[in-house]
């Protein structure tokens, strides 16, 4: 038998098979519910990102504040108030505290704090020696230098970054005109 004769097969062996049938290619394309599920996933980071970033931003002003009131002495006491001003400035709207002076400006001061803490600091029960003192009319004792120190330090680590809630609160009776 030759080569070329068992090559080819007699058309009564061919086996009746049926034609092979492939499933679609997959489709890589999403659904609207696919798209509207990935867009609020990347809203969500944003958010997240947004929101860690300025948590961050608002302890780094605190740090920074907390770092420049250790470098200043309890006898710096001008020096520690204007801190105290900075501070609240970077922290709460201009037209709330630029109008504030005396009295009413210690009671704002002590309002920022969290209810359960206001009773820790004495700002506006010393307001008249604390005036007298800022203006340069008469000095602070020792005492009193030292007391004034704790409170900004306390006042810095306790009322700051300012919570929401708190930060809306009026101050309507505190202002002078």
Known sequence: MSL??????PASNVLPLA??????????GLSLTGYGAIVC???????????IRRKRQQGTLKRLALKQLAQLTPQQTSD???LLKQSALSHF?????????GLAWWHFVEQQLPVKKQ???HFSSRSDILELALYGQQALSETNQQRFYDDVRYWLSH??????????T???GHQHA
């Open 80 to 82: 520690i108030a204007r």
């Open 41 to 51: 996933v990347l809203l969500l980071v944003i958010a997240v990102v947004w929101f």
């Open 93 to 101: 709207p201009r037209e709330r505290i630029a109008s504030l002076h």
């Open 4 to 9: 070329s004769s068992t090559q080819q097969a």
């Open 159 to 168: 009322a700051l970054p300012v919570k929401k809630v708190i930060a809306t």
């Open 19 to 28: 034609d092979i049938h492939l499933p679609q290619a997959p489709s890589w």
């Open 119 to 121: 009773a820790n600091v």
């Open 170 to 172: 009026s101050t309507k």
